[in-house]
């Protein structure tokens, strides 16, 4: 299919990422559907009258034969929908953009995706944050940061990770014709070479107000997971944050002083479950069940037999069994007083046999049981 009748799709008012799907799941060939009458056009759902006249009329093509060949020219990637590179998590949303420009070399669906967000006015506290959190995954494989280029905390993610040679994509709230804000030229340019520049926008697009929080659903939406490291109570941060959840991704956030201005959006969120509480990538390995850290030296590990009495090896095959269990499935099936129950997974959780999730949920970390 031909680039320019996606681009098409996004130059015409009143189409959005719904209304696009719902075009693409009517039409197995868009270059198709660009040819419909009006009363085919009406019949597309969420499809507005004003949107047909402007599909038939076909104004908007002068634009997309400009768009393409700015692509062209600066060798930018660009990604619909359906493309193989677009990014699978982001895929996964309902209001995930039909397209994405993308100029860099980096992957956009690597193992780990991990976005970083926060205040533009960052304190010591957040810059030590960023410093020591992407020092300790320090040429970690299969790990891609996400932020938004944004002062602060957004930029000290970027910066910190190229300084520990892990990829970082920055997702813009404009056109790739410009860098906002321009102070970070350099560091735009510098991430070309160890990740890249994402947007939705189309060349032309200025850094207008209401582009960000779009932007943030795609920082929200491309990530296993979102950390926010240091946040006032109101600001982007906390709107991707919000937007994560929407997309049943986890959520972290670094606590902070209960008498500092710069903290009280992260203790919020804490505060409303909103998000889980990190103080390392230790924490973050642990509720993601990853391996991030690269301190060990794994040559040199010894295996530790595990000595597990008769419950403890009973419990810990019964979870290993069926991946996954809530305590009110255990005790269905193992017939124990809740006492019993939580004072043993309480010992398995202690040795790292067992990981607890949200909703008195335990899962199998994989250890095998003695």
């Known amino acids: 299919m031909k680039l320019i009748y996606p681009i098409a799709l996004t130059k015409i008012k009143g189409i959005g ?35 047909a006249n402007a599909i ?40 995930a953009p039909l397209m994405l420009y993308y100029k860099g070399t980096q992957k956009l669906n690597t193992a780990k995706v991990i976005s970083i967000v926060g205040t533009r006015h960052a304190t010591h506290y957040g810059q030590k944050i960023c410093e020591d959190f992407l020092g300790e995954m ?39 014709d410009r860098i906002y804000p321009a102070s970070h030229r350099d560091l735009a340019s510098r991430m070309l070479g160890h990740g890249g520049l994402l947007t939705e926008f189309p060349s032309n697009t200025l850094p207008e107000r209401s582009n ?10 491309m990530a296993d997971v979102t950390i926010v490291v240091e946040a006032a109570i109101k600001g982007g941060a906390l709107i991707t944050a919000e937007i994560a959840n929407s997309y049943n991704r986890d959520v972290c956030a670094f606590p902070g002083s209960i008498y500092e201005k710069s903290t009280e959006g992260t203790n919020y ?21 990853w391996n991030i850290s690269k301190t060990a030296d794994l040559g040199q590990q010894m295996t530790i037999p595990l000595t597990l009495n008769d419950d403890q090896n009973l419990l810990l095959n019964l979870i290993a069994k069926y991946g996954q269990l809530e305590i009110d499935q255990m005790l269905a099936l ?19 046999l067992v990981h607890a999730l949200p909703g008195k949920v335990y899962r199998s970390i994989g250890h095998a049981a003695s």
Not at 27 to 50: A, C, H, I, Q, T
Not at 85 to 93: A, D, I, N, V
């Open 334 to 352: 193992i017939k124990w007083p809740q006492s019993k129950l939580a004072l043993i997974l309480l010992e398995l959780e202690m040795q790292s």
């Open 138 to 176: 320090s040429k970690s494989e299969e790990i891609l940061i996400v932020s938004g280029l944004a002062y602060g905390i957004d930029a000290l993610a970027h910066r910190n990770a190229i300084k520990n040679d892990i990829p970082t994509i920055a997702v813009l709230g404009h056109g790739l």
């Open 56 to 95: 038939i009329h076909k104004t908007y093509m002068a634009e997309c034969e400009k768009e393409l060949a700015f692509i062209d020219k600066h060798r930018i990637q660009a990604l619909w929908l359906e493309d193989q590179h677009y990014p699978t998590r982001l895929k996964h949303c309902d209001d």
């Open 212 to 221: 960000f929080p779009m932007r943030n659903r795609i920082i929200a939406g």
């Open 17 to 51: 990422p719904r209304t696009a799907r719902n075009i693409l799941e009517h039409n197995d060939n868009l270059e198709d559907f660009f040819s419909y009458s009006k009363k085919d056009l009406m019949r597309v759902p969420g499809l507005r009258e004003s949107s």
């Open 269 to 289: 969120l804490i505060k409303t479950n909103r998000a889980h509480m990190i103080r390392n990538v230790q924490d973050l390995e642990y509720l993601m069940n």
